[in-house]
């Protein structure tokens, strides 16, 4: 199977609190991505690292993406109640043309 | 906000019944896309489209089928509906640069089959 692992399958954290989420795939990728999915609804896209980048940032986003060990991480800082959400990665597989995703993170934030 | 719209959102239907699930985008997008997912798992590709007259089988093999005579329209389509088919259906897009396969995704269908 190509598909994705993330870990943990679910986090519940205090507001305010740092949020880790990580992702592993199994095969050479061009680029990985993550996704947000509020509940029975469609999927937003968060941001996309490259293969050639290591880091990147978006707002209280971080993602670390580590080839060696085909692996990513997204960090949300200061977590607020509205980012109770599902959290997908996704990543593009060298010479294929579509997106493959994880199984996610169900990630709940206390008030 | 994407443009990219899907209805119904929700459906109740009997088994046998033909459903078709709509599926527009206004982005002009050439890569289109169905997903299901089943509460609280990922995502399944059941088919895409790379532009008109376009589409293929994704990796779960699936009984409906697709169709896309424009570019903005790729609706899916049941031809006799059972429980098992009892899902979420996510529609997408893309744009056509792999170096940037982002997805914009609808609000997707809650199909229930009775």
Known sequence: SQQGEEDPQALSIQEGENATMNCSYKTSINNLQWYRQNSGRGLVHLILIRSNEREKHSGRLRVTLDTSKKSSSLLITASRAADTASYFCAHLIQGAQKLVFGQGTRLTINP | ?114
């Open chain 2, 1 to 114: 906000e994407a443009d990219i719209y899907q209805t119904p959102r929700y459906l109740v239907i009997g088994t046998g019944k033909k459903i078709t699930l709509e599926c527009s985008q206004t982005m002009g997008h050439d890569k289109m896309y169905w997903y299901q997912q089943d509460p609280g798992m990922e995502l399944h590709l059941i088919h895409y489209s790379y532009g008109v007259n376009s589409t293929e089988k994704g990796d779960l093999s699936s009984e409906s089928t697709v169709s896309r005579i424009r570019t903005e329209h790729f609706p899916l389509t049941l031809e006799s509906a059972r429980p098992s088919h009892t899902s979420q259906y996510l529609c997408a897009s893309s744009e056509t640069t792999v170096s940037n396969e982002k997805l914009f995704f609808g609000s997707g269908t809650q199909l229930s089959v009775l």
